[in-house]
């Protein structure tokens, strides 16, 4: 695995590995670290499926509008090196804030309608970092295919939809969510959760899992302990955010 930090970095290897003239194909991965088994899927996946792989990893500032949430993020550089060299992956893209936003975030996506609700009904901003931070990376990296969990299942479709609108030619590929044996969906702000709230969160899942109505489920989640963001129907999808602890914990089941 070869450690990259600008895209004038990667412009070279491009360039060394004819990846034009080859045919090559590049599946990225974008993360923002703190690694568990959910990333080490779409990574498998994206090496599996792929020429060449491409892992991000950048704590992407723009797109908290909660600064405590920022600062208690989990950071586990040296473990996701490691987790990564056993995958097998080619190169780890680590820049820093002044690489990816020379502009100083002046220049910003959005997306007016369904970035405003769900998750981003409470974190204003929220979408317009996520969009602004992957339609860069899309921009340097020219991936055939970038791998997304359904967990984030909104942040997907955003994307999903940011990609067909600009043309680009990047396949935005969802991945099934990774789940403990109990339900817990994986998550890297699990990590912040004690021994008795990670014996807690797999309500959460099974609230949603458990066929009843929104109302039913929220009064559940709200005798288990949780603080309700939302739970909310759109389509065939259920989609909920809640906190134990003071750490925000998402989820969606089809129904």
């Given amino acids: 695995m070869k450690i990259i930090n600008t895209p004038a970095e990667w412009l070279e290897i491009e360039k060394s590995i004819n990846r ?61 090196c490691a987790l990564l060299e056993k995958t097998g992956v080619d190169y780890l893209f680590a820049p820093t804030y002044d690489i990816m936003y020379p502009d100083d975030y002046h220049y910003k996506l959005s997306e007016d309608s369904f970035s405003k609700t769900l998750c981003g009904a409470s974190r204003p901003g929220h979408f317009d970092g996520v969009l602004t931070v992957v339609m860069k990376l899309f921009q340097i990296f020219l991936p055939e295919k970038a791998y997304f969990g359904e967990k984030d299942f909104q942040q997907y479709k955003l994307l999903d939809g940011m990609a067909k609108a600009f043309f680009l030619r990047t396949e935005v590929i969802p991945c099934p969510i990774v789940r403990e044996e109990n339900g817990l969906a994986f998550s890297s702000r699990n990590k912040r959760l004690s021994p008795a709230g990670l ?11 458990s066929g009843k109505s929104v109302d039913e489920i929220k009064a559940q989640l709200e005798a288990d302990g949780f603080m309700i963001d939302y739970v909310t129907e759109v389509g065939n999808r259920l989609y909920a955010a809640a906190s134990i602890e003071d750490v925000r914990l998402i989820d969606n089941v089809e129904r």
Avoid at 37 to 65: C, M, T, W, Y
Avoid at 199 to 209: E, N, Q
């Fill in 199 to 209: 014996a807690k969160a797999p309500c959460l899942h099974k609230a949603l899992a």
């Fill in 20 to 80: 034009k003239e080859k045919h090559q194909s590049i599946g990225l991965v974008p993360t923002m670290g703190a690694l568990h088994k959910g990333h080490l899927s779409l990574v498998e996946r994206a090496i599996k499926e792929n020429d060449i792989s491409v892992v991000s990893i950048f704590l992407n500032p723009v797109q908290f509008n909660n600064q405590n949430d920022l600062k208690t993020y989990p950071k586990t550089w040296e473990e996701d």
